[in-house]
Each structure stands twice: as structure tokens, then as C-alpha cells.
């Protein structure tokens, strides 16, 4: 044995390789996607472990970086994990048949190397914080051994004084692995401390969990992590389309800025002026056909992706640049929003139509559809998708989402939108805009949908 020594930290991991890490995340994600997201909890934990001071940190991995690796060169440093984690950690390589023999060996290792204190931890935890460790090190001073349990009955540290096999030599019995790892520990005649619940991310519930949590948690938002989590919601474009012959080949320019990095869904209502014959002739989109009602045509488009995020858009629609990443900045912060109107009009009227359309959307938290309403999906089922209503879906929905306390934000970026609804002369335009208040007044106060539809009508 060696000088005697303080604080040993071992980092486990695996070398972050596409299609060997974070395979349980698949298919949800890629192969490559688990590698980044790896790689992003790996630098998180870097930025973590700078904030430690007298603690030896080792980092002890698994896997294969090319074909000329042998087995006795455990102590060369993958270039993978050295570009993360720099000179600082010293690099060994995993031992033994499976994972709890591998940490067995890797604890004993650092004991007979004369560290009194030796805490293990996994590189899946994206809420695990220095003090985390600093805390399990203190609490050594007082304990044999320490756990830090995971919320699906794990444990993502495991900390002692003196290692012994018989901590990890846990048969198939009932209980969760923390359990029986707590119980093997107390048999042993070993006191033992707790550190407090942690979630890991080893499943798509998991991935859900946490980006719920970034919206009110700005440490995490920040993260590497948390920015890969954004960055990796994946978006549907749906479109509900009724005779827009004359708008289809402008929604095709708009449309082809978003191919590849959405997943695009028409929805034709049963057009009558070629406007399903001119889609059927594009590529890189879902066409589909439903009964008329823009409700149900977008209720259909909705059930027809996996997509993490909906973004509900009109064929009439200029869309900003950038449209992924102004949606996944907004849903950093809430689980519902919009982009807002603007129109090309210069009329003073129109001005003030677009600034209290998009000032309603703070003041009252109403969206209307030609601003492209944006949620999660899993909260667009909650709520049982649009209402099939001949018309106020999207209001509906906006007093759906409010009563759930749910507060819409708006992107930097507007939607150009037609003015095509507000023809005619100033007068007109004002009294069409009056009227459609007193229509949403109506609703308000339970007037019957179908008396509202049939003024609608003679309003447009």
C-alpha cells in the first residue's frame, strides 16, 4: 500500500460512441443523438467537478477506440474522454465481467493505492452538483459508506471507506438495486448515509422529466445538457388546407426552408380547386385527407406524428428565418406558444390590429391560429386536441391552455399573414374587426356556436 491519502473520486463511464451509449434512448433517438447527449452530460459534470478542491479524480471508461487497443494499456487516455476532461483526471481503463465487478475492482484499486475516502459516480445525472460530492466525502468523516439513490430505484453514487466485494455481489432478489445494495452494506456491519433523490436519464420519460424541469430551472436550461434536450425536439409542421389553389406554390417556398429540419403534414379538407392534385405533385411531406374543418384537419395531422412539438400553421403564412429555433427558444421557458402577427400593410389600422392581436396573447393569454401556435405534443393530447367547433378552435384551445395555468409566450419573430379577411376601406376593416370582437363575446357568454358560425358568415 501506498502513502496514505484523502479524497479519491472515480467517474464511471462509457466511451461516448454512437449505437453503445444511451442505447435505451433508442429509437427515440438516433444513435448519434445518444452520443451527443453523452457527451453534453459529460462536459456538464466537467464544469461540476472544477468547483472540488482536494480531491484525486479518475476517470474509469469502457469501450474500444480503434482496433489497436490492448487490454494492458489501461491507463492511456481515450482522445474522446481527454478532449472533455483535458489532463487533470487520470484515465483508467474498466475491469471484470460486469458492472458491479468493475466497480468493485475500480474501488479497491484506489484503496490499495491509500485513499481512505472513495466516492463512485455515474455520468447520467444532469442535477448531480459538486456539493453532491462534497457532501458524500463530509458525510464519510461520520459513515462507513454512503448512497446517493436515483428516482427509478437506483443509485447514482455510492461512496466508502473501505471497499468489499460483498457490497456488490447482489443476487436477483426482491427489491431495487438500492435497496439491496443498502441492505448489503447494513449486513456487513457498516453504518451508511443517504444524499437526497436524483433522477438519471436512461428513458424518453426521463428525457420528458427534465425538459419539463428546464422551464424552471435557468442552471439547467444553461447546461450543455439542457441546451442539447432543446436543441433535440423534434417539430411537426401541420397545415390544414380547403381551396388554396392560388396560395399553394408560395406554401411550397415557405415549406421548403423547413425540409430536414421539420416534419412537414398538409392536411386537404376536400378541395375542390385543385389544390390536392398540385400537392400530390410535391415531395418531402405527409399529404393527407380528412372531412372539412379545420379542427378536424388538424386533430388528423396531430395523431399522424410522434413529433415532440406541433406547430400549427395557415397555407396563407410568411414564415420568419430560423422558425426551429425561435419555437424550441420560446418552449425553453413555457409548454405553449406563438409567433405573432405582422402584416405587410403600411395602414395605420392594420398597425394596430397586429399590436393587439400580439399584445393579447401576454395580456389575456389568447393565441388565434394566424399567429402559428406552438405546443408540446403530449400537451396538445391532455387537452383532447382542438375542439370540433365550425370555427373558435383556436380560441377554445387558448382558454383551455389558460385554465391549465399555462402562460403562452411570444417568439421574437413575427408571421407575415394575408390580409385577405379585412377587404375594403378603412370602415370596413374597422367595423369587420369590431364585429368579430362582439362574435368572440358572444362565445364567451355561451351563445350556440352554430348562430355564431352563420354570423361569421355574413361578417366575412
Same mark, same amino acid.
Given at each position: ?33 445518444? %452520443? ?9 459534470? @466537467?464544469? +461540476? ?40 483526471? %487520470? ?19 484506489? +484503496? ?5 475516502? =472513495? ?39 455510492? !461512496? ?24 448489503? =452494506?447494513?449486513?456487513? $456491519? ?20 427534465? #425538459?419539463?424541469? =428546464? ?40 415549406? !421548403? ?12 379538407? /376536400? ?43 395557415? +397555407? ?12 424550441? #427558444?420560446?418552449?425553453? @421557458?413555457?409548454?405553449? $406558444?406563438?409567433? /405573432? ?9 392594420? %398597425? ?12 389575456? @393569454? ?5 399567429? $402559428? ?31 391549465? $395555468? ?16 379585412? %377587404? ?21 357568454? !355561451? ?14
Amino acid at each position: 500500500m501506498r502513502g496514505r491519502r484523502d479524497c479519491g473520486l472515480i467517474l464511471f463511464t462509457r466511451l461516448p460512441a454512437a449505437g453503445r451509449t444511451k442505447t435505451r434512448l433508442m429509437p427515440y433517438f438516433s444513435g448519434e443523438q445518444c %452520443r451527443e447527449l453523452h457527451i453534453a452530460m459529460l462536459k456538464d459534470l @466537467r464544469e +461540476s467537478l472544477k468547483k472540488l478542491k482536494g480531491v484525486d479524480s479518475y476517470l474509469y471508461f469502457l469501450g474500444e477506440e480503434g482496433e489497436d487497443r490492448k487490454k494492458e494499456d489501461r491507463k492511456r487516455a481515450p482522445e474522446s474522454l481527454k478532449r472533455i476532461f483535458g489532463s487533470s483526471f %487520470r484515465y483508467r481503463r474498466q475491469r471484470g465481467e460486469n458492472l458491479f465487478e468493475r466497480m468493485a475492482l475500480s474501488m479497491e484499486e484506489l +484503496s490499495e493505492e491509500g485513499y481512505r475516502r =472513495i466516492v463512485l459516480i455515474g455520468t447520467d445525472i444532469p442535477e448531480l452538483r459538486a456539493n453532491d460530492i462534497r457532501l458524500a466525502f463530509q458525510l464519510l468523516s461520520e459513515s462507513d459508506a454512503v448512497l446517493g439513490p436515483t428516482e427509478d430505484g437506483g443509485y447514482y453514487l455510492i !461512496g466508502v471507506r473501505q471497499p468489499g466485494r460483498e457490497l456488490f455481489l447482489l443476487d436477483s432478489g426482491e427489491g431495487s438495486v438500492f435497496s439491496r445494495t443498502k441492505a448489503a =452494506i447494513l449486513q456487513s $456491519g457498516r453504518t451508511v448515509s443517504l444524499l437526497r433523490h436524483c433522477r438519471d436519464i436512461d428513458t424518453k420519460e426521463d428525457i420528458a422529466v427534465y #425538459r419539463e424541469r =428546464i422551464r424552471s430551472e435557468p442552471v439547467l436550461r444553461r447546461s450543455c445538457c439542457g441546451s442539447f434536450l432543446l436543441e433535440s425536439l423534434s417539430i411537426a409542421v401541420i397545415v390544414p388546407l380547403y381551396n388554396e389553389r392560388k396560395t399553394i406554390d408560395r406554401l411550397k417556398r415557405e415549406l !421548403g426552408a423547413l425540409k430536414g429540419s421539420c416534419e412537414l403534414i398538409l392536411v386537404d379538407g /376536400g378541395s375542390t380547386d385543385g389544390t390536392w392534385e398540385e400537392l400530390r405533385k410535391g415531395k418531402g411531406w405527409m399529404l393527407l385527407r380528412s372531412e372539412k374543418g379545420r379542427a378536424r384537419q388538424m386533430n388528423l395531422g396531430a395523431e399522424k406524428t410522434s413529433a415532440d412539438v406541433l406547430f400549427f400553421l395557415h +397555407s396563407d403564412s410568411e414564415l420568419p428565418p430560423d422558425v426551429p429555433g425561435e419555437i424550441r #427558444r420560446v418552449l425553453a @421557458r413555457t409548454s405553449a $406558444g406563438c409567433f /405573432g402577427i405582422a402584416f405587410h400593410s403600411a395602414s395605420p389600422l392594420m %398597425r394596430i390590429c397586429q399590436f393587439i392581436s400580439n399584445h393579447r396573447v401576454y395580456d389575456r @393569454r389568447v393565441m388565434f391560429g394566424d399567429q $402559428g401556435i406552438f405546443l408540446y405534443r403530449t400537451l396538445f393530447e391532455e387537452l383532447g386536441g382542438f375542439p370540433l367547433l365550425p370555427l373558435m378552435e383556436d380560441y377554445q384551445l387558448s382558454l383551455n391552455l389558460k385554465e391549465r $395555468g399555462i402562460c403562452p409566450l411570444l417568439c421574437k419573430r413575427r408571421i407575415y399573414t394575408s390580409e385577405r379577411r379585412f %377587404r375594403g376601406d378603412f370602415f370596413r376593416r374597422l367595423r369587420l374587426m369590431w364585429q368579430m370582437n362582439r362574435l368572440r363575446k358572444r362565445y364567451r357568454d !355561451g351563445v350556440d356556436i352554430r348562430e355564431i358560425a352563420e354570423r361569421y358568415r355574413d361578417v366575412r
